[in-house]
T-cell receptor, first 116, second 114 residues
């Protein structure tokens, strides 16, 4: 079946502009996650959705970052007034069961964001 | 808080060499442990996992054993191939509000030459 997809695959923007990143999870997966991978760093957890609600937003780095999910499917991560330090690969993942420590998360290919 | 530390790369090996990538963790409770792999130009994918102490995860010739006494989950392969060249991430599951999330190490780049 189809895996997690993300769009765009690459995005170049100017400092101060807003960007929207999209994630289509695997159909039927309840949980959806956003992570960020900056150059030379590991993946940082940003936000997690259970269904359409986001119980944990603790990883969002600032109030310029927001995310929503509709129809227990597509999610959009929005970064307002982008800064150069926002440049990173943004990864989305989904899993069937959000409460299990044993659950595998399935990752999309990522969106590479470059802020000039 | 919970954390994962893995050896810095890059690791450069010849084909058929033995591979070890060290991973240690700090955690409260009983997390599951994972190795994810990112091949060039591809997304992250699960390589193997272990859900409790002394469990051994294995896949594609790779193995890792969940050692609670040493808080480690080292990745090993007896004979690497050129096709194993990739970035390897150690991770643990962590409790977040009403769910779980993964905490990752920084990744180790493996380069295998023929």
């Amino acid at each position: 079946g189809a895996g997690v997809s993300q769009s765009p695959s690459n995005k170049v923007t100017e400092k101060g502009k807003d960007v929207e990143l999209r994630c289509d999870p695997i159909s039927g997966h309840t949980a959806l996650y956003w992570y960020r991978q900056r150059l030379g760093q590991g993946l940082e957890f940003l936000i997690y959705f259970q269904g359409n609600s986001a119980p944990d937003k603790s990883g969002l780095p600032s109030d310029r970052f927001s995310a929503e999910r509709t129809g227990e499917s597509v999610s959009t991560l929005t970064i307002q007034r982008t800064q150069q330090e926002d440049s990173a690969v943004y990864l989305c993942a989904s899993s069937p069961n959000p409460t299990s420590f044993q659950e595998t998360q399935y990752f999309g290919p990522g969106t590479r964001l470059l802020v000039l | 808080g919970n954390s994962v530390t893995q050896m810095e790369g890059p690791v450069t090996l010849s084909e058929e060499a033995f591979l070890t990538i060290n991973c240690t963790y700090t955690a409260t409770g009983y997390p599951s442990l994972f190795w994810y792999v990112q091949y060039p130009g591809e997304g992250l994918q699960l390589l193997l996992k272990a859900t409790k102490a002394d469990d051994k995860g294995s896949n594609k010739g790779f193995e890792a054993t969940y050692r609670k006494e040493t808080t480690s989950f080292h990745l090993e392969k007896g004979s690497v191939q050129v096709s194993d060249s990739a970035v390897y991430f150690c991770a643990l599951s962590d409790r977040v509000e009403a769910g779980t999330a993964l905490i990752f190490g920084k990744g180790t780049t493996l380069s295998v030459s023929s």
